[in-house]
């Protein structure tokens, strides 16, 4: 199976910094991949699939980047609402599978 | 806009099976524009997907859960199904109903979250 490796596991930023999340898949994964997010107690949400294809209605300060194997994702400048895990998966490969997860949470 | 609702017992015994049915509204199931899912995870940890179902039946399973779970569709009730049988303490977990498209027959990403079902197995 293929694994997707989140770095980091944890992250401490403030309003209005810029971060990077980092997810590493053990194999090809093409550019199927997705990044959502989750909030404690909320259903996971779509954020950016196709590696760096806004889902429509998402924030413009989100954004995707990567192909093959190694993968980004970018908050240009973290608002309050963005404090949450997100989470990688692939889909190009069965089974599906997601990174363990990043939390960012206020510094 | 589609809607995905969960339903079914929040509690389970062990070694029985784990019945979960999804309400799908805004969307029918019978669309070949979609691909229906269930994705499940343990208090406190990742995500786990469980296995996909397509339109004309064809479904595709984690080989981790695959001999001990099935998904169908009830087309009647605009409905999705999972079953699980033979669970443990380890299946315990809030469990998602999930959809997304299907374009040039290649399933995209999961768009469609329902909010989730959590299911405990302890007697």
């Known amino acids: 199976d293929i694994q997707m490796t989140q770095s980091p596991s944890t992250l401490s930023a403030s309003v209005g910094d810029r971060v990077t999340i980092t997810c590493r898949a053990s194999?090809?994964?093409?550019?199927?991949l997705a990044w959502c997010q989750q909030k404690p107690g909320k259903a996971p949400k779509l954020l950016i699939y196709?590696?760096?294809t806004l889902k429509s209605g998402v924030p413009s300060r989100f954004s995707g980047s990567g192909s093959g194997t190694e993968f980004t994702l970018t908050i240009s400048s973290l608002q309050p609402d963005d404090f949450a895990t997100y989470y990688c998966?692939?889909?190009?490969?069965?089974?599906?599978?997601f990174g363990q997860g990043t939390r960012l949470e206020i510094k | 806009q589609m809607q995905l609702q969960e339903s079914g017992p929040g509690l389970v015994k062990p070694s029985e099976t784990l019945s979960l049915m999804c309400t799908v509204s805004?969307?029918?199931?019978?669309?070949?524009?979609?691909?229906w899912a269930w994705v499940r995870q343990p208090p406190g940890k990742e995500l786990e997907w469980i296995g996909n179902?397509?339109?004309?039946?064809?479904?595709y399973y984690n080989v981790s859960l695959k001999s001990r779970v099935a998904i169908s569709v009830d087309t009647s009730k605009n409905q999705v199904s999972l079953k699980m049988n033979s669970v443990t303490a380890a299946d315990t977990a809030v469990y998602y109903c999930?959809?997304?498209?299907?374009?040039?027959?290649?399933?995209?990403?999961?768009?469609?979250w329902g909010q989730g079902t959590l299911v405990t197995v302890s007697s």
């Open positions: 999930v959809s997304g498209v299907v374009i040039a027959s290649r399933p995209q990403a999961f768009d469609y």
């Open positions: 805004g969307g029918s199931i019978t669309s070949s524009t979609f691909y």
């Open positions: 179902i397509y339109y004309g039946g064809s479904t």
């Open positions: 194999q090809y994964v093409s550019d199927y």
């Open positions: 196709k590696a760096s």
């Open positions: 998966q692939q889909y190009n490969h069965y089974p599906y599978v």
